[in-house]
Structure formats: structure tokens, C-alpha cells
């Protein structure tokens, strides 16, 4: 199961950057069009381009951020563990009772 969870994070991933990719790749390639007007399919294909792009920026940005805040929340935790718990030779030092 485990490895299948893991299969399927990275065919998503995968496929999400290929739309980014092939997205890109579009609106580099037809910028220069020439345009028939109004109801040009092109500008119509560019603007649901620029419309991914923007959707995906925008949830990696999140995603990024919520990875960012759980590294950081993490890092605090096991510092804050680590400074309790001093462990000196005196704290560390045992009675010994006969």
C-alpha cells in the first residue's frame, strides 16, 4: 500500500508538471499568432493556459508554504524537547544508596 501511495504522489506530480510544462511551451510557441479577431481559438487556448499556470502557481505557492510551516513547527518542537531536558554530569548523577 505503501508503495503504491508513493507511486501514485509522483505520477500526480508528474502530470501536473507536464501541464505546467506543456502550458508553457504553448503560450511560448503561438504568442506571435495571428490573431482572426474576437473569437480567435488561440487566444482562447492561450488565456486557459495562463488560467493553469495561474491555479497551479498558486497551490504550489500553498503547498510550499504548508511544507515550510510543518518543517519549521518540527525544528521548534524537537529544539524545545532537546533545551528542557538539560543534561549536565550533575543532572545526569545518580544516588547511590547502600
Request: charged letters at 15%.
Amino acid at each position: 500500500m505503501k508503495k503504491f501511495k508513493r507511486f501514485l504522489i509522483i505520477a500526480v506530480t508528474a502530470l501536473i508538471a507536464l501541464a505546467m510544462l506543456s502550458s508553457v511551451a504553448f503560450i511560448a510557441a503561438e504568442a506571435d499568432h495571428e490573431c482572426s479577431g474576437e473569437d480567435c481559438a488561440v487566444c482562447c487556448a492561450i488565456s486557459a493556459c495562463v488560467n493553469i499556470l495561474k491555479s497551479f502557481s498558486a497551490a504550489f505557492a500553498v503547498a510550499a508554504a504548508g511544507a515550510f510551516a510543518f518543517s519549521a513547527l518540527t525544528d521548534a518542537v524537537i529544539h524545545y524537547e532537546s533545551a528542557r531536558f538539560v543534561r549536565t554530569p550533575v543532572a545526569l548523577k545518580t544516588k547511590l544508596l547502600n
